[in-house]
């Protein structure tokens, strides 16, 4: 199994690629099964993930086509073909590896008015039931039936109705899966407390482009009006905020000077305000940001939020910044209960963390100190990276196959910008 070597000490300078968002991307693709017609999407991230969810299209009797890319180009174009599906089952073996496949239910139902999905897997990161999709699928007019660790969904007479969705708290994927099944419904939905992450915005603009009705985009309620069919379209993924975040967190805590190109500012405008609290210098021109920092790291009092608050999948790679802040952090879990399983890794390299319940003290220390530790999930993988990247000595990353579900060609990027990392396998 592959580890990630990193001697820390280097300053990261220079210009840094931002690829496509790994999760607007698991949200697209699957709009592809809403229509006869290609769709053809550009910008889509060279992960694990993407390809999983490519072998999960394909069960389902949709064609993937990867367009001349070179191995070594950041980023693919692909085209999906669902001209005719042969099956409305995801099974377990693929769905275990990925709980994004649970976002195949709602296109399936909308336009096969059945669908039968393996109960999701994913990163361990605290419980994440699936009842809100449901729920908002039978609002609509589906029937649901949970067997055998398999939900089976299936509109009456072929076609949701449509209805009135009221989310009793913002949930992404819950959001998601039920716009997919309302665009080809018969009637009108009215979804009320949606999510408003920009990768449900981006979502509703690949849908739009493929002749959906929906207003409200943006915003805490979505109105759409079923349409019979839908059309292709070409669409290019939004850039990755997650994946622009983690590396300004890594420049930050190097001491360096990082330009991130290909970045939308608005769109991780929580982030980049944690940074400048922190005292981190950033620049936004056009796509790029610029981040900088030749001074000491401040503390901060942070809380995740859905989207427009602090994002959950940055808490982190915050963290592991502010082990070298001068002062303590506060830092409060507010949307998963077990996404402090880094903590004890990063005490491995020297971090003074203490955890109580959802909330983390973390004290800045002067030094961190290389060590071999283990990724947990995909973004405590990256903030094991960045404490790696500046710790004294050797850090040994392990179980990296998190960080290929949702970074595309790390080492590259990093070694880029003067980091001194590398892939080694165990042979």
Known sequence: MDRIVIRGGNRLTGRLPISGAKNAALTLMPCALLTEEPVTLRNLPRLADVDSFGHLLNQLGASTEIEGARPTDFGRVMTIRAGRLTSTEAPYDIVRKMRASILVLGPLVGRAGEAKVSLPGGCAIGNRPIDLHLRALEAMGADIELAAGYVR????????????????????????NAVMAAVTARGGTIIENAAREPEIVDLCNLLLAMGASISGVGTGTLEIEGRDRLHGATYRVMPDRIEAGSYACAAAITGGSVDLVGIKADDMRATI????????????????????????????TLSTAPFPGFATDMQAQIMAMLCRAAGSSVLTETIFENRYMHVPELARMGADIQVRGRTALVRGVDRLVGAPVMATDLRASMSLIIAGLVAEGETQVSRVYHLDRGYERLEEKLQAVGADIERVGDG
């Open 153 to 176: 969904a299936s509109a009456p007479g072929g076609r949701l109705p449509g209805g009135r969705v009221t989310f009793s708290i913002v949930s992404v994927g819950a959001t998601e």
């Open 273 to 300: 305000a944690g940074l400048a609290d922190a005292g981190v210098t950033v620049i936004e021109k056009g796509d790029v940001l610029t981040i900088a920092a030749d001074g000491p790291l401040r503390p901060l």
